[in-house]
Each structure stands twice: as C-alpha cells, then as structure tokens.
C-alpha cells in the first residue's frame, strides 16, 4: 500500500469526511492522519466549519417588510415620471435591488432548517472503523452492495 502525501490528503479531506472515497483511498488517509500531526489539525478545522456551517440559520425578514417595500414603491411610482427616472436611473433601480435582496432574505427564511442528525465530529470511530473496514474488503455500501450489519462487525 503506497502511503499518501500531504498534499493529496489535504485535496481528498473533504471527500473523506462526507465518506465519498473509495476504501483503499479512504484507509490510505486514516493512515496517513495517524502519523501526521499537520493533516489531523486540518481535518479537525473541516469538520469544525461543517458543523458550524450547518448550524447557521437564515435570519427571518422584519413582520413590516412587506408594508415598508409597497409603500416605497407606491412613493416612487407616483413621484417621479418615467422620464425623470430614465434620467437618473440610480434612484429607479434602487427600489428594483431593494426589493430583490428584501425576496432573497425571504427564501432564505422559507429554507428548511438544518437536520439534527449527528454531525462527522460526533460520528463514533467505530463507525468509522467498521466503515473503512468495509471499503477494505472491497463493498461499497453506496453502489448496493451487501453490507456488513452493526451487530456482526469485524473485529478491529
């Protein structure tokens, strides 16, 4: 087995920590984190940005927002003539950015939280062991392949 330079598992961390890698790659990195103090640091800094990533929540537009985004709009439309507007667009568009940042932060506020599943920093090492171990002998529980249940992993 050819152990893996740094530079390489640095490339393939995020992939494996989402388990996308193929075993061999997969238990090339674990043995390569063993050893090298610098790749564990930057796998740890990863997974601490995932879950601080996942944790993030959209922030919910004001309740008068609404209101506040037809008013201005009604005040525009009637204050200015097309003409003026077209001479001075600045003004003519803003309302136009306004209102599309306003519906941006308004799907975002729509979005579905994030899930209470258990995050990679929490994720067991048996499980990461007993996954490995999988991808060594050659199944891959992501193409249906047959895998090996909870309650008859390998031994470690």
Same mark, same amino acid.
Request: glycine residues 4%; contains cysteine; hydrophobic residues 40%.
């Given at each position: 087995?050819?152990?893996?330079?740094?530079?390489?598992?640095?490339?393939?961390? =995020?992939?494996?920590? =989402?388990? +996308?890698?193929?075993?061999? @790659?997969?238990? %090339?990195?674990? =043995?390569?984190?063993?050893?090298?103090?610098?790749?564990?640091? +930057?796998?740890?800094?990863?997974?601490?940005? %995932?879950?601080?990533?996942?944790?993030?929540?959209?922030?919910?537009?004001?309740?008068?927002?609404?209101?506040?985004?037809?008013?201005?709009?009604? %005040?525009?439309?009637?204050?200015?003539?097309?003409?003026?507007?077209?001479?001075?667009?600045? $003004?003519?568009?803003?309302?136009?950015?306004?209102?599309?940042?306003?519906?941006?932060?308004?799907?975002?506020?729509?979005?579905?939280?994030?899930?209470?599943? %258990?995050?990679?920093?929490?994720? $067991?090492?048996?499980?990461?062991?007993?996954? =490995?171990?999988?991808?060594?002998?050659?199944?891959?529980?992501?193409?249906?392949? $047959?895998?090996? @249940?909870?309650?008859?992993?390998?031994?470690?």
């Amino acid at each position: 087995m050819i152990p893996m330079n740094c530079n390489r598992v640095e490339r393939l961390l =995020d992939a494996y920590i =989402d388990g +996308e890698l193929d075993g061999d @790659s997969m238990l %090339k990195i674990r =043995d390569h984190l063993r050893i090298c103090a610098d790749c564990e640091s +930057e796998l740890k800094a990863i997974r601490r940005m %995932k879950i601080l990533v996942a944790r993030t929540l959209p922030q919910a537009p004001p309740n008068n927002l609404e209101d506040r985004l037809l008013a201005a709009c009604q %005040k525009e439309m009637t204050s200015s003539s097309p003409r003026t507007a077209f001479r001075h667009p600045v $003004p003519a568009f803003a309302g136009i950015a306004f209102a599309a940042a306003v519906a941006t932060f308004a799907l975002l506020a729509l979005m579905p939280k994030p899930s209470t599943e %258990k995050s990679p920093e929490t994720t $067991p090492i048996a499980f990461e062991i007993q996954r =490995d171990q999988i991808y060594s002998v050659g199944l891959d529980p992501m193409a249906g392949s $047959p895998t090996i @249940s909870t309650t008859h992993a390998i031994a470690p």
